[in-house]
């Protein structure tokens, strides 16, 4: 792919402007989401995504940033979730979520006194009713119903591959994995300093640990689970970490539901629990993130953020869920399609925006609505070829300085 030449932008204190990635959470489905937009965006920009400053991950986002970080391009991530393959990126299939059967046979050791308990306040009338016995049928529960080690053996195998440790000081570039602290509520920035001795693969995993779902993740003694809890998209690392433009990716928003014309025909009740406890998580998603974007742009003005997001209005997007693997076809496609409609329809205001950090963009109306296929199959030429990308695009940086 030609890389178009681009002029470097100074900061005012004379350093380089520096840019960063945000893959905010969303599950499988999100995940797959991103690389449909990330796969856009490396056509649009004239800079290689592999060829950013700075990348920071939370949940299902953290697989897709550190992928990135490891020097898989957007393009190879897209031929191989849109593709039938039994290798994906080269490694051996697992499961990348395992029920935690474990923790079920433990947990029931103690149904019998649960239950003997429970019968016994029923009979003996001692001011419990039918919702204190269910509750307490229902802390038997383990602490998850399944447990993400699959996604850890997954980026462990594939760091070794490409970077040969499973290190965030191996990285290429900066990467950040944001992960939730249970028993203190604090985030925490693994690949920061202080934290960037724990192994890249296993920093995914706790940030991937969707509460009440996954099992916490438990590193160093202490419990950690999905990054998304404390904050959406955790835009302020990047900002802290000295960058100039935030590009991030969302795949979660609300739906806009139209109860008398729309898609749905009918209220979201209607469709049962399961949706209305997706849309209260996406609007509480949503407004958290608003919240700290309208904050941002008032705090740090210099600052320039770029929020590819579904709009209101996608059913697609909405009736997903964001566990369900088996549609990554139709969402990788999906974000592709909707990547290039954001910037076809606001091609004059981001083509400002981005030359004011020396990235020239490419014309999106001249780009195909469904990308071309990798033109390599063998791993080592794929990497070969990112590496080249990402080379082509330092090239250009360099050039233009002269």
């Known amino acids: 792919?030609?890389?178009?030449?681009?002029?470097?932008?100074?900061?005012?204190?004379?350093?380089?402007?520096?840019?960063?990635?945000?893959?905010?959470?969303?599950?499988?489905?999100?995940?797959?989401?991103?690389?449909?937009?990330?796969?856009?965006?490396?056509?649009?920009?004239?800079?290689?995504?592999?060829?950013?400053?700075?990348?920071?991950?939370?949940?299902?986002?953290?697989?897709?940033?550190?992928?990135?970080?490891?020097?898989?391009?957007?393009?190879?991530?897209?031929?191989?979730?849109?593709?039938?393959?039994?290798?994906?990126?080269?490694?051996?299939?697992?499961?990348?979520?395992?029920?935690?059967?474990?923790?079920?046979l433990r947990r029931s050791v103690r149904a019998p006194k649960v239950l003997a308990d429970a019968l016994v306040t029923a009979f003996t009338g001692e001011g419990r009713n039918l919702s204190d016995m269910a509750w307490a049928v229902f802390e038997m529960l383990p602490p998850g119903l399944m447990d993400t080690s699959g996604i850890r053996e997954f980026v462990r195998r594939l760091l070794v591959s490409r970077v040969h440790r499973d290190s965030f000081r191996d990285l290429p570039r900066q990467l950040y994995v944001v992960a939730v602290d249970i028993d203190s509520a604090e985030a925490v920035a693994f690949g920061s300093r202080g934290f960037d001795r724990v192994p890249v693969s296993r920093a995914v995993e706790a940030s991937a640990a969707l509460p009440g779902l996954y099992r916490p993740v438990r590193i160093d003694g202490r419990d950690y689970v999905d990054g998304g809890v404390r904050k959406t998209a955790h835009i302020n690392l990047a900002i802290q970490s000295g960058a100039d433009l935030v590009i991030c990716v969302n795949p979660i928003v609300p739906f806009l539901n139209d109860t008398k014309a729309g898609p749905l025909h009918g209220h979201l009740s209607n469709h049962g629990v399961t949706w209305i406890l997706d849309q209260t998580m996406r609007i509480m998603l949503k407004a958290r993130m608003e919240l700290g974007l309208e904050r941002y742009r008032r705090e740090y003005p210099h600052v320039d953020i770029v929020v590819i997001e579904p709009t209101r209005d996608d059913v697609r997007m909405f009736g997903y869920n964001i566990m369900r693997y088996s549609a990554r076809r139709v969402v990788a496609e999906h974000g592709y399609r909707t990547t290039l409609e954001l910037f076809r329809a606001n091609a004059a205001r981001y083509r400002r925006l981005f030359a004011r950090h020396g990235i020239r963009m490419n014309d999106p109306a001249t780009l195909p609505d469904t990308p071309d296929r990798h033109p390599h199959r063998s791993e080592l030429a794929r990497a070969l070829d990112a590496s080249l990308d990402r080379l082509d695009s330092r090239l250009g940086r360099r050039a233009s300085r002269r």
């Not at 520096?18 to 991103?34: D, N, P, R, S």
């Not at 449909?36 to 697989?63: F, H, K, N, P, T």
């Open 1 to 104: 792919m030609h890389r178009s030449r681009v002029s470097t932008a100074r900061r005012r204190d004379g350093g380089p402007k520096k840019v960063a990635l945000v893959c905010a959470g969303g599950g499988v489905t999100g995940a797959v989401y991103e690389i449909g937009c990330l796969r856009a965006l490396d056509e649009i920009l004239g800079r290689s995504i592999l060829d950013l400053d700075l990348y920071v991950g939370i949940s299902g986002g953290a697989v897709v940033a550190s992928l990135v970080a490891a020097g898989v391009s957007p393009r190879e991530m897209y031929d191989e979730v849109t593709s039938r393959v039994r290798n994906p990126l080269g490694v051996t299939g697992a499961p990348l979520f395992r029920l935690g059967g474990l923790d079920f």
